[in-house]
């Protein structure tokens, strides 16, 4: 992984907290990387991220990771607000409409492994824009393989499981901010199963219940 600098100025200091313990992963939703690095890096966009990742692996660090990158926006995740303050965020090169290449997963990969390991962030840990923020956020988006990092121990490893509660009480103690129940809904999708429509159903239900289980056993393993 090439990490050349190119500081965004974008950036201030974390509030309230001593260190990171949440990696939030975007697309940039713009043409081409070139574009979402001058954008990050803009003073009058008063946006950033702590890293970006082309679609060919190229990995650039814009913030340095103790600072409070300006990424996340307005949403909260497991009840706690300003996300930013708490969090790393990597911005993959993608205008969203199309797969991520594999040379950038790769480095994803390796970059996640390095930032999981120096701030000791757990697989659980690892959430998309759309998780903290449903329906002003859809990124990563439908196309992100979120099982490809959880087979790897990168992101949380989810199967179903059976569910005693309903949806909304599960996504609750998941981490999802107040939403209507639809917009809630969407973004669990999103996340653990993109190919699945409709109305709520059985295997949302099943999917909430093993991402708890998960959870319960990430948090105590």
Same mark, same amino acid.
């Given at each position: 992984m090439s990490a050349p600098t190119y500081p965004s100025p974008n950036h201030g200091e974390r509030?309230?907290? $001593?260190?990171?313990?949440?990696?939030?992963?975007?697309?940039?939703?713009?043409? @081409?990387?070139?574009?979402?690095?001058?954008?990050?890096?803009?003073?009058?966009?008063?946006v950033s991220a702590h890293w970006l990742i082309d679609a060919d692996g190229t990995t650039q660090r814009l913030v340095p990771e103790h600072r409070r990158a300006w990424h996340a926006g307005a949403g909260s995740w497991q009840g706690r607000a300003d996300v930013n303050s708490r969090s790393i965020g990597i911005e993959l090169a993608n205008p969203g @409409?199309?797969?991520?290449?594999?040379? $950038?997963?790769?480095?994803?990969?390796?970059?996640?492994?390095?930032?999981?390991?120096r701030w000791?962030?757990?697989?659980?840990?690892?959430?998309?824009?759309? @998780?903290?923020?449903p329906g002003r956020k859809i @990124?990563?988006?439908p196309r992100f393989d979120w099982a490809r990092l959880a087979r790897r121990g990168l992101a949380l490893a989810v199967s179903a499981a059976p569910a005693s509660q309903p949806l909304d009480a599960m996504l609750d103690a998941i981490g999802y901010p107040a939403a209507d129940p639809a917009t809630r809904l969407a973004a669990f999708r999103l996340r653990f199963c993109p190919w699945n429509g409709g109305p709520e159903n059985d295997t949302d239900r099943q999917l909430a219940a093993g991402a708890?289980?998960?959870?319960?056993?990430?948090e105590t393993g």
């Open positions: 509030r309230g907290v $001593q260190a990171p313990d949440l990696i939030v992963i975007h697309y940039t939703g713009m043409a @081409d990387c070139a574009a979402a690095l001058a954008r990050l890096c803009d003073p009058a966009a008063e @409409d199309r797969p991520f290449p594999e040379p $950038q997963m790769a480095a994803l990969e390796e970059l996640l492994r390095a930032i999981m390991a000791a962030i757990p697989p659980h840990r690892v959430i998309g824009h759309s @998780d903290m923020a @990124d990563p988006g708890l289980r998960a959870l319960a056993m990430g």
